[in-house]
């Protein structure tokens, strides 16, 4: 893990950040989760490489290695295998098929999961002073429950646990997550924050209408984030926890 980097695009200073944030916090009624980075990282010991790769052993043992290009075969994200089968085949029994073979490999990736440091006190925190939480993401629901189960971090979240649908087309950067989560616990996007940590999140949740907080653990990923535009980034949900305490 990283140490805490915060980040102001408008004025180059901790101090402005450490105002946005506080500011972020003070409004939020309805905090969105990613769950892949924020929450856990998903592919710390069952590599998301190794998952792409077998995804396409797959389908090249059915016969299908043509369906993909060059760099799509080469893909280190198997979100990337799944929409490029989608894309071709939208909706069929094939890419439902293969969704399912990515759904087992995220369970298989959730029982070796990396919690990111300070999120299960900050989800239990927030909890306890009465915001309501929910998880947003393009990986499996089930995926998600299995890994929150394990961390007995459910409550804090059941029911609203919105994740991938046979429907790929609605994945981020589309805002249909946010905006499922959003009208089923009845808040209005300005009284909600998001947290994610790629430039997906922020697209959905600037076309939700969702103030947003970057959450980057190197300074790759806080690049991609500034670089699209995110104005608040944090290295650490520490500073997060502890401004949620002072309140």
């Given amino acids: 893990m990283t140490t805490e980097t915060t980040t102001d695009t408008t004025t180059g200073t901790a101090a402005g950040t ?11 009624r309805v905090v969105l989760w990613d769950f892949d980075g924020p929450v856990c990282r998903l592919f710390a010991g069952h590599k998301a490489e190794r ?24 893909a280190v994200d198997p979100h990337g295998v799944l929409r490029a089968v989608d894309r071709r085949h939208p ?7 293969l969704e399912e073979r990515l759904t087992k490999e995220e369970l298989r990736a959730a029982a070796s999961a990396l919690p990111t440091a300070y999120a ?10 009465g915001t309501r939480l929910a998880i947003t993401t393009n990986n499996s629901p089930r995926v998600v429950r299995s890994y929150l189960d394990t961390r007995g971090l459910t409550a804090c ?8 649908t046979t429907d790929l087309h609605l994945l981020k950067p589309d805002p249909h997550c946010l905006n499922r989560a959003l009208s089923a616990m009845g808040a209005a996007p300005s009284a909600a924050l998001m947290i994610g940590d790629s ?40 500073p997060l926890l502890l401004a949620l305490r002072r309140r």
């Fill in 120 to 129: 299960d006190p900050l989800i239990r925190t927030w909890t306890a002073v």
């Fill in 199 to 238: 430039p997906s999140d922020l697209t959905a949740a600037r076309d939700a209408g969702v103030p947003f907080l970057g959450y980057a653990r190197n300074e790759q990923k806080g690049k991609l984030l500034r670089e699209a535009g995110a104005e608040c980034v944090v290295g650490s949900l520490e």
């Fill in 51 to 74: 998952v792409a790769a077998g995804l396409v052993e797959w389908l090249a043992g059915r016969g299908l290695h043509g369906l993909l290009d060059d760099t799509e075969r080469e």
């Fill in 157 to 164: 979240f059941s029911p609203h646990i919105y994740g991938r």
């Fill in 91 to 97: 909706g069929s029994d094939l890419v439902a098929e």
């Fill in 18 to 28: 450490a105002a946005q944030l506080r500011e972020l916090l003070r409004r939020a």
